[in-house]
């Protein structure tokens, strides 16, 4: 069974980095994109950024140039690297692989 596990997030100052893992139990990791995806109080979840099984990416406008989603098949686990975040990043943020969320993790970008 699929098992998608986040990283701890973390209060941020803006500006700041930060990088999230997700790390994915079960098989088939390296035949499956990955999404991460946020969810900012009273909003609705957003898909922040993509990776196909052969490294492809794509990411919402808001975070291009700023975000960087990678993954490492060898570990069975996928990142984001936020640099330069804002405070309208905050949000709990969480990764979907082979239709399974993970528990999501908080991200707070705050002074």
């Known amino acids: 069974q699929v098992q998608l596990v986040e990283s701890r997030g973390g209060l941020v100052q803006p500006g700041g980095s930060l990088r999230l893992s997700c790390a994915v139990s079960?098989?088939?990791?390296?035949?499956?994109?990955l999404d991460w995806y946020r969810q900012a109080p009273g909003k609705q979840r957003e898909l922040v950024a993509h990776i196909s099984p052969l490294g492809s990416t794509n990411y919402a406008d808001s975070v291009k140039g700023r975000f960087t989603i990678s993954r490492e098949n060898a570990k069975n686990t996928a990142y984001l690297q936020m640099n330069s975040l804002k405070p309208e990043d905050t949000a709990v943020y969480y990764c979907n692989h082979q239709n399974r969320w993970g528990q999501g993790t908080q991200v707070t970008v705050s002074s």
């Open positions: 079960g098989r088939f990791f390296s035949i499956y994109a």
